[in-house]
């Protein structure tokens, strides 16, 4: 099932002109409806102005696992504002109409499953969507997920982690379309200080079994991270620390430069960090 949408998805292409240039992608996480569906709008372009190469567009939950304080209190915030998936997928349609980034719908299952499968994907699909990661399904369980998305040219996108075993892996990125998700630590999302050091270990499990674009996510929100990152992972997600900036502007208008300003530096300290033709041997012997 994995190839099926990859080819012909925004969010393929941009990797394979990131790789063409070089550059490591920045992933920006958002969740949708904090404070408003209307801000969010203006978030995402403020985000797509600053260079993020995709967004994750994040689908508020009641009982979201795998998220840390700040996401979930923007979860909080958006179902407080009245944010439904079917709100989400109307957002989607509105930024196409302005912007053509790459973007995945970031959600748990249930509310994919109560809307149907069928339904979500057809309007998900004609809305502009380009990816979906249900962060909660397994890969034993995806099988008619990954074909009804695929059948409606829409990249499934699976989470690895710390703890995945080199088959688990295998397993995880053969059902993965777009990139494959490396989650650098375990536990739930937020911002940290430092990169654990066994992620480059991981990341060199990860790319022995997929030719997949890999990106990291978890922890990283500063320049520095992103500049560790280079000559390992294809792009780094970063969430917590721009719903931070969400949470702490005092209007949406300064909302949207506080994420513009951040993304920017990150993008910057993407397009400094080596690619990986030039990049020497890392910590943990990782080899271009």
């Known amino acids: 099932m994995s190839g099926i949408a990859a080819n012909s998805t925004r969010i393929s292409k941009r990797f394979a002109e990131l790789r063409a240039s070089g550059e490591m992608g920045i992933v920006a996480y958002i969740t949708a409806g904090d404070p408003s569906l209307d801000a969010t709008l203006k978030y995402m372009l403020a985000l797509a102005e600053a260079g993020a190469d995709v967004i994750e567009l994040g689908v508020p939950f009641s009982d979201p696992l795998a998220d ?3 996401i979930q209190r923007a979860s909080e915030r958006a179902l407080k504002s009245g944010t439904t998936l079917a709100g989400v997928l109307g957002l989607v349609h509105r930024i196409r109409q302005s912007s053509q980034v790459p973007l995945v719908l970031f959600s748990y299952y249930n509310p994919i499953l109560q809307m149907g499968l069928e339904k979500f ?73 430092a990169l654990p050091d066994d992620l480059p270990a991981l990341l060199r499990r990860a790319r022995s079994v997929t030719q997949l674009p890999i990106a990291v996510g978890f922890g990283i929100s500063l320049p520095g991270h992103v500049s560790v990152l280079g000559g390992l992972a294809d792009a780094a ?47 943990g012997g990782v080899a271009p």
């Open 68 to 70: 840390g304080p700040t």
């Open 121 to 193: 994907a057809s309007a998900a699909e004609s809305a502009g969507a380009d990816g979906v990661l249900a962060t909660d399904l397994t890969p034993e369980e995806s099988e008619e997920y990954r074909r009804i998305l695929a059948a409606h040219h829409l990249d499934t996108i699976f989470l690895g982690a710390p703890t995945s075993t080199d088959e688990r892996l295998a397993k995880i990125a053969g059902c993965s379309s777009g990139f494959l998700y490396l989650i650098s630590r375990t536990g739930v999302t937020g911002a940290k200080d």
């Open 237 to 283: 997600v970063v969430g917590s620390a721009l719903v931070s900036e969400i949470e702490r502007a005092k209007s949406v208008e300064a909302g949207a430069v506080a994420l513009a300003e951040h993304v920017r530096a990150l993008k910057e300290a993407a397009r400094h960090g080596l690619s990986r033709r030039e990049a020497p041997m890392h910590r």
